[in-house]
């Protein structure tokens, strides 16, 4: 039977009919994604927010002019922090405990850090004490452990080797004067809650958003799509000029956010640098010291390889014994070490 020219050039795999398909369907996807790539397509973005989004570590926009062309990478959720091998920014550490002394402390504490977290890195140790005339004062009942406990009988103000307490000396004091909730405590909410540092920046600039067809927001509420159940009953804190950066920068109420955000996630990871120093000393001290004791070691162990290990029976009935049982419930045939001879 003759071959034509069209037979020989036509793979036996084309002449399937599904694999035809699948190739077809294959180069039909390359082009219309080059297409696409080529012509700029975008689908444009939702910009109501889900409650789904909220657990996203990086993800989460909470302000109008983050769903423009300013983004994620260039906008006031651009965290230098969070990136690998970087550190906290002293200058952003500085405006954020600006804005914590001014705007959180009044109702909120950050009992597990003290004050002088920022020496050196953010203030010098002057500089911070002097600062300390814009907190409220703190009182012997504010302790917390034995170890904590100071001699003073009355009110005074904060040293810088305090704890950052709140101002209420109880709960039920903290209840009484906010409505009958407990300002929470703020050392771990940049690390402990969904979103990780953009939970702060998200809750503090998420109030501009109206409740949706059907929730009710009680007197003396608000609404913000970041806060657990979306009621939230802290009102908004920041306004665009409210304080004073020393630095010049435009203290607007998005910039406020970015500068608490990560002096609150400072307050949980501030050894964070130092771990990440240790770590890369360790992997250095591996990467050098691993291939040299691997090679010292590689002698000796290859001789390992030129010995050989035979084992024989040699004595009546072979392997046999092997083969038939693992262990010997019977008297076997045969005459074993010749007992009947």
């Not at 909730?181 to 501009?208: D, F, M, R």
């Amino acid at each position: 039977m003759e071959r034509t020219a069209a037979d020989s050039a036509e793979s036996p795999l084309y002449k399937n009919t599904i694999n035809r398909y699948l190739t077809t369907l294959r180069y039909s996807m390359m082009a219309g994604g080059a297409v696409y790539s080529l012509t700029g397509a975008k689908t444009p973005a939702e910009a109501w927010i889900f409650r789904d989004d909220i657990g996203a570590p990086h993800g989460i926009k909470g302000y109008e002019e983050q769903v423009n062309s300013v983004g994620m990478h260039h906008g006031h959720t651009n965290f230098p922090s969070e990136v690998t091998w970087n550190t906290w920014n002293s200058a952003t550490l500085r405006r954020g405990f600006k804005v914590f002394s001014r705007a959180c402390q009044g109702c909120h504490g950050a009992m597990h850090e003290k004050y002088d977290l920022l020496v050196d890195k953010g203030f010098r140790q002057m500089e911070l004490k002097k600062k300390m005339v814009y907190l409220p004062k703190v009182h012997p009942a504010h302790q917390k452990y034995r170890g904590d406990f100071f001699q003073e009988w009355d009110h005074r103000q904060r040293q810088i080797h305090d704890r950052i307490w709140p101002p209420y000396m109880t709960v039920h004091q903290a209840k009484n004067a906010n409505m009958g909730v407990w300002p929470p405590e703020l050392s771990k909410a940049g690390t402990h809650q969904p979103g990780l540092i953009n939970y702060p920046y998200n809750l503090l600039t998420g109030y501009h958003y109206s409740p949706p067809f059907g929730l009710d927001v009680p007197e003396g509420r608000y609404f913000n799509p970041y806060y657990d159940h979306m009621i939230i009953a802290m009102p908004p804190q920041l306004h665009d000029g409210m304080i004073e950066y020393e630095d010049g920068t435009p203290s607007s109420a998005p910039q406020m956010a970015h500068d608490v955000a990560e002096y609150i996630a400072y307050l949980g990871k501030n050894k964070a640098p130092d771990q990440k120093v240790v770590v890369g000393l360790m992997l250095a001290v591996v990467c050098t010291f691993y291939p040299i004791s691997y090679l010292f070691t590689k002698a000796h162990y290859v001789n390992t390889y030129s010995y050989r290990l035979e084992l024989y029976a040699v004595k009546s009935g072979g392997y046999k014994k092997f083969r038939e049982k693992m262990f010997k419930t019977h008297k076997v045939n045969g005459n074993w070490l010749g007992a009947y001879t």
